[in-house]
């Protein structure tokens, strides 16, 4: 396919012009149309030039990684080797797809004899899921300029969009610096106060008469005492909502990448406790991983959730709750990840005294954090007025649910998206140093 290019549209404005002039000066003609003549000549024989050898298009590979974080910047690089006699001249422009942003395309790009070049670009994926690099569309100039000719290159690239784990990997780095408190989070260590033996140690003060081991202590002759940590080889099972709240959105991640991106540094925190880390799916696509032991388990956790969407279904907790005390019969820490709403005490509290037979059941609700901006708007009229009405009545309902809930003693979390990931992880390692589980 060929495209006249600029040059090509001011040739053409030229001859318009000179034709003008020819037709008040009729002496001029026959110099018009001979001009007209040429320039059809021209335009052919540049036109035809891109039929040959000489302007194939280049060979074409693109490198990307096999597996990218949702929302951080990834380079694409496109390497081209052109095998022609002469120097080519080309346009180059990468159909990714529409999950992804770019940025650095189109590119103009000159390759002399045998020469190769490498090109790179930035793109940011905007949803998780396989996404597909399809093909590169490549134009190349004409000898003159005045043609491009266009070629479509089948180059296709498959990669998938997890959700962002570099923040698992800071993680694990303030995890091994003991820098956890950098985050929020309180991981206070009480010596001695464990459900699980750890360590004989020489007596110390403050040591309650409990901890002392009196036979070790007869042997050696000097108190010893009995160190305990928190229970390991517990399970903790997630019980993820897929229904259509999750797709609300108050900032560039919806409900839904918030929370599964709390559930990673969760999981990870979990697995280094040496407690076992499984997932359940409700109201959606169906996705079910028994709990598992070690570091594995990451790559299980994000193989299974990276392409896990929300649907248009309303979250049935009954239905969930019945399915998972099928499956797992063992107990274990249920963490429910929802979104409350005013309506849902009718069916979501007789779903958790169900689960509370077997399982200890931590509460986690995302909290729309529009409405807190609501409240802070000032009322200056009626349609004001009856918004911030029903926004009051709202809340209020939905703060009956979750007193409701206390009174049950149900451990709950409520918080806006930003703050999932660290009241999370507080609410559990405070159900692990109390032993509830």
């Not at 194939?56 to 990684?65: E, G, S």
């Not at 300029?145 to 990997?169: D, Q």
């Not at 979250?315 to 409350?340: C, F, G, M, S, W």
């Not at 529009?370 to 200056?380: F, I, M, T, W």
């Amino acid at each position: 396919m060929l495209i006249p290019t600029r040059r090509f549209l001011l040739l053409l404005l030229l001859l318009a012009l000179s034709g003008l002039v020819a037709s008040l000066w009729t002496h001029m003609t026959m110099l018009w149309q001979g001009g007209v003549m040429a320039v059809t000549l021209v335009l052919l024989i540049d036109a035809s030039l891109l039929f040959f050898p000489r302007y194939a298009p280049p060979q074409l590979t693109r490198t990307l990684q096999g597996s990218i974080p949702l929302g951080i910047k990834q380079e694409v690089s496109l390497q081209l080797t052109h095998t022609g006699s002469g120097s080519l001249a080309l346009e180059l422009f990468d159909h990714f797809p529409t999950q992804v942003e770019a940025t650095g395309m189109p590119v103009s790009v000159t390759l002399k004899p045998c020469q190769t070049a490498t090109l790179a670009y930035t793109v940011i994926a905007r949803e998780r899921g396989k996404i597909l690099f399809p093909r590169v569309q490549v134009r190349i100039h004409s000898w003159l300029g005045l043609w491009l000719r266009n070629h479509y290159l089948p180059v296709k690239t498959k990669t998938r969009v997890y959700p962002n784990f570099a923040a698992v990997s800071h993680m694990a780095l303030l995890a091994t610096d003991n820098r956890l408190s950098q985050l929020g989070i309180m991981k206070k260590r009480r010596r001695g106060e464990g459900q699980d033996f750890h360590q004989l140690r020489e007596y110390r003060d403050g040591d309650s008469l409990r901890q002392i081991d009196w036979k070790a202590t007869s042997r050696s002759r000097k108190f010893i005492s009995r160190e305990y940590q928190d229970e390991r080889d517990q399970e903790v099972i997630f019980l993820l909502d897929c229904g259509h709240r999750m797709t609300a959105r108050d900032d560039e991640l919806s409900h839904f990448d918030h929370t599964l991106n709390a559930m990673l540094l969760l999981s990870y925190v979990a697995l280094k406790q040496g407690d076992s880390v499984g997932l359940a799916t409700f109201s959606g696509t169906p996705r079910w991983l028994a709990p598992r032991k070690g570091q594995q388990t990451m790559q299980s956790l994000l193989n299974t959730l990276y392409d896990l969407q929300p649907s248009a279904e309303s979250p049935d907790y009954t239905q969930a709750a019945t399915e998972l005390l099928i499956r797992h019969k063992k107990r274990a820490l249920v963490i429910l990840l929802t979104n409350i709403r005013d309506e849902d005490s009718e069916d979501l509290l007789p779903a958790i005294q169900l689960l509370k037979k077997r399982h200890l059941v931590l509460l986690a609700s995302l909290r729309e954090a529009a409405l807190d901006e609501a409240l802070g708007q000032p009322v200056e009229g009626l349609s004001d007025a009856i918004r911030s009405a029903a926004l009051h009545r709202y809340l209020q309902q939905r703060a009956s649910t979750f007193e409701t809930l206390l009174n049950q003693r149900v451990l709950n979390v409520d918080v806006i998206p930003d703050e999932l990931t660290v009241e999370l992880i507080n609410a559990y390692l405070t159900i692990k140093r109390s032993g509830l589980l």
